[in-house]
């Protein structure tokens, strides 16, 4: 009941949160940048598009399938590179989301190459994109408020005291990376399904970028803050599309201008908390009906 353009620009923004929630998780809460989710992105697109099209799955079957891929290629790539420390490990990353695109663009009788992987049936609606939204935050939220994710928080605040207080570090950080990876698989493989049409450039480092930067403008620390900065750099571009070539002028700008003035992002270290909003409305209509006394 949604017209196309609407129901477009709801799949995309809900197949983004659910990767800016794994990078969250893995940036936010463990302090680890990476630069290459999107190639786990490209590894779910391209296992659940196959599944799909060459083996006839399910839609379901084949989401999973692409997420499971995901992270096994995420779990050994952290047995590699976690013990790694600062840039080395986001430059092995950038690495890897690379190789991975490009791999992809040489393997012509398995994804098309450059020419791209077509027929894909379309499964991702706005309601399943939702849907998917949803679930990916609640799986997300009692994550990081679990033991795991307060142990990460740990890890996050000082490594040292984490370590001396038998956190297993590594492990954990090898957990965030395997759980953003798959969250990135799980978002690839509702994105091929929605656009019936994938190529390796879709999956390039500027796709990583962009969830970094995302991730960054929501606020480190925060699952609400990567929702809302989601919602915020996929609605930018379509507000400013009246200005045509202008308008990622203007909303590269915008962005400069939420981290001048919110370092921390948006809600950097904090969740939205509706109670908190209400607490602050009513204060506000307290002090208002004083001053009329």
Not at 1 to 19: H, K, P, R, S, T
Not at 183 to 192: E, R, S, V
């Amino acid at each position: 009941m949604l017209n196309a353009f609407y129901e477009g620009v709801i799949v995309i923004v809900c197949i983004n949160i659910i990767a800016v929630l794994g990078m969250s998780v893995l940036t936010g809460f463990t302090r680890l940048f990476s630069f290459g989710n999107a190639g786990f992105m490209s590894i779910g697109a391209y296992g659940a598009a196959i599944c799909s099209v060459q083996f006839g799955l399910p839609f379901p079957v084949a989401i999973l399938i692409g997420v499971l891929a995901a992270g096994v290629v995420a779990f050994l790539l952290g047995s590699l590179t976690i013990r790694l420390r600062g840039d080395y490990f986001l430059i092995s990353c950038l690495g890897f989301g690379e190789c991975v695109w490009v791999l992809f663009n040489y393997t012509r009788n398995i994804t098309g190459g450059a020419n791209g992987y077509s027929n894909i049936p379309y499964r991702t609606t706005a309601l399943v994109a939702f849907a998917s939204a949803v679930l990916a935050f609640v799986i997300a939220w009692n994550f990081i408020h679990s033991k795991y994710g307060q142990n990460l928080s740990a890890i996050r605040e000082n490594e040292v005291a984490a370590a001396a207080n038998g956190i297993d570090v590594v492990k954990f950080k090898k957990m965030a990376f395997v759980f953003s990876a798959l969250y990135a698989g799980w978002a690839g493989g509702l994105y091929a399904h929605y656009l019936r049409y994938i190529t390796p450039a879709l999956f390039n480092l500027s796709k990583s970028s962009e969830l970094i930067i995302t991730t960054v403008l929501g606020g480190l620390g925060s699952l609400t803050g990567s929702v809302l900065g989601t919602i915020i750099v996929q609605l930018l571009p379509e507000i400013f599309r009246s200005l045509a070539e202008y308008r990622m002028l203007f909303y590269g700008i915008a962005v400069v201008l939420v981290i001048l003035v919110r370092p921390n992002g948006l809600y950097g270290y904090r969740e939205f908390s509706l109670k908190r909003v209400v607490a602050f409305v009513t204060s506000r209509l307290g002090k208002g009906v004083k001053s009329h006394e």
